[in-house]
């Protein structure tokens, strides 16, 4: 399995980027994906994540109502749309699929991870 991340990149306080995630080796509509972010000297976090079969999704206090997850299963791919982004929105961004089809906030529960796309929000 390998997951292919893109989308980063520089952007102004208040700006927007979207994040793709491809994956090669597993079929996403069975099983939960995540995203997640690790700030410069900080430990990775959890960002969102979406379910397989149902997409049901799920965010961090810290970006919920600017960030959507989202997902085309035709395309084997899961986006995270961020709006309004922030100075502290700074981070490498990972995706990352589930064993299952639950997607959970904690990095355990998820066996393959993309190799990371960077976010740079200026003020």
């Known amino acids: 399995v390998q997951l292919q991340a893109s989308g980063g990149g520089l952007v102004q306080t208040g700006g927007s980027l979207r994040l793709s995630c491809t994956s090669s080796g597993r079929t996403i509509s069975g099983y939960g994906m995540g995203w997640f972010r690790q700030p410069p000297g900080k430990e990775r976090e959890f960002v969102a994540g979406?379910?397989?079969?149902?997409?049901?999704?799920a965010y961090s206090n810290s970006v919920k109502g600017r960030f959507t997850i989202f997902k085309d299963n035709a395309k084997n791919t899961v986006y995270l749309q961020m709006n309004g982004l922030k100075p502290e929105d700074t981070a490498l961004y990972y995706c990352?699929?589930?064993?299952?089809?639950?997607?959970?906030?904690?990095?355990?529960?998820?066996?393959?991870w993309g190799q990371g796309t960077l976010v740079t929000v200026s003020s």
């Open positions: 990352a699929t589930s064993a299952s089809r639950c997607t959970t906030n904690q990095k355990v529960d998820y066996d393959y």
């Open positions: 979406i379910t397989g079969w149902t997409g049901i999704t």
